[in-house]
T-cell receptor
């Protein structure tokens, strides 16, 4: 079965500190894309960052970066200089079945303390 | 205006009632999807469509049906709503394979 696992239901971080959210996935495909989505209380799903499996270089978007370990099937999200606006649910997702379907993890609630 | 619009945003309905959730998009994407979000389970795929004549079941299609009225419109129906269909429902679009998914604002459905 193709699955995505987020083992941390909740995480907390102090404002301005760094936090890492974990994600592992299982797929037999060689081509796939990985995503982190943010869901604030407004419910909107916002793309944070994406990683193509064929690229060895870890993706970075401003304060957000990933640690992509293809052999270990691990895709963690690092948020640097955390801000109050980062507080949200974060979903890890893998685009599988030859790019036709997104499979999501259960999500991690991130709380940011001032 | 949002590129992917879902109506209604919130709905309370009674057990046994038929209900339709609507999704329309202005992105011009052929691919449209319906997901259901439950606490502790993330988002799970209900149905998806690659064009007007192509409808496919996702992992949790039982109790649901869909209609692709046009490239821009994809509706999800609950023929006889039951309480365990209480959830947050999302419509999404994609341009093609391995492309970013764009989501609507979600519909909070409560079945009492």
């Amino acid at each position: 079965a193709q699955t995505v696992t987020q083992s941390q239901p909740e995480m907390s971080v102090q404002e301005a500190e760094t936090v890492t959210l974990s994600c592992t996935y299982d797929t037999s495909e060689s081509d796939y894309y990985l995503f982190w989505y943010k869901q604030p209380p407004s419910r909107q799903m916002i793309l944070v960052i994406r990683q193509e499996a064929y690229k060895q270089q870890n993706a970075t978007e401003n304060r957000f970066s990933v640690n992509f370990q293809k052999a270990a099937k691990s895709f963690s999200l690092k948020i640097s200089d955390s801000q109050l606006g980062d507080a949200a649910m974060y979903f890890c997702a893998c685009m599988m079945e030859y790019g036709n379907k997104l499979v999501f993890g259960a999500g991690t609630i991130l709380r940011v303390k001032s | 205006d949002a590129d992917v619009t879902q109506t209604p945003r919130n709905r309370i309905t009674k057990t046994g009632k038929r209900i339709m959730l609507e999704c329309s998009q202005t992105k011009g994407h052929d691919r449209m999807y319906w997901y259901r979000q439950d606490p502790g389970l993330g988002l799970r795929l209900i149905y998806y469509s690659f064009d007007v004549k192509d409808i496919n079941k996702g992992e949790i299609s039982d109790g649901y049906s869909v209609s692709r009225q046009a490239q821009a419109k994809f509706s999800l129906s609950l023929e006889s709503a039951i309480p365990n269909q209480t959830a947050l429902y999302f419509c999404a679009t994609q341009l093609g394979q391995y492309t970013e998914a764009f989501f609507g604002q979600g519909t909070r459905l409560t079945v009492v």
